[in-house]
C-alpha cells in the first residue's frame, strides 16, 4: 500500500513545541522533494515548509519563518518538521506530501503528489 503517515501531533501549551514525521511506506520519498501543509476543516490548505531531496534546499511560509524547520532523516524516507515557540494559530491539521519532482519548492498545492492523512496539534491552557 502506498501511504505517507504522519505522527507527533498532540497537545501543546503556546511557546511549546512538537516535533512531526512523516514517513513513507510502499513509496519512496527519497530523490523527491516534500512539504507540509496544515489546514483547519472547511479552510483552505496552507503551505507551511518544503525541503529538496538533498535536504539542502528548504522553502517556508513566512507565518513559520525562524520557528519551523524542515529537515530529512538519514534513511531518506523519513522527513520532519520541528516546530518551536507554538502559536495558538498553529493548532490545527498538518499533512506532508511528497513532491512530484526533487527540488520543486513550490507552495502549490499541484507540485505534491502522494498526501497523508493529517496529525492533529492541538492547543491547551
Known amino acids: 500500500q502506498m501511504q505517507l503517515v504522519e505522527s507527533g501531533g498532540g497537545l501543546v501549551q503556546a511557546g511549546g513545541s512538537l516535533r512531526l514525521s512523516c514517513e513513507a511506506s510502499g513509496i519512496l520519498l527519497g530523490g523527491y522533494a516534500v512539504g507540509w501543509f496544515r489546514q483547519d476543516p472547511g479552510k483552505q490548505r496552507e503551505f507551511v515548509a518544503a525541503i529538496n531531496w538533498s535536504g539542502r534546499n528548504t522553502n517556508y511560509a513566512d507565518s513559520v519563518k525562524g520557528r519551523f524547520t524542515i529537515s530529512r532523516g538519514n534513511a531518506g524516507n523519513t522527513v520532519y518538521l520541528q516546530m518551536d515557540s507554538l502559536k495558538p494559530e498553529d493548532t490545527t491539521i498538518y499533512y506532508c506530501?511528497?513532491?512530484?519532482?526533487?527540488?520543486?519548492?513550490?507552495?502549490?498545492?499541484?507540485?505534491?503528489?502522494?498526501w497523508g492523512q493529517g496529525t492533529q496539534v492541538t492547543g491547551s491552557s
Open positions: 506530501a511528497r513532491g512530484t519532482s526533487s527540488s520543486d519548492l513550490s507552495a502549490a498545492d499541484g507540485s505534491f503528489d502522494y
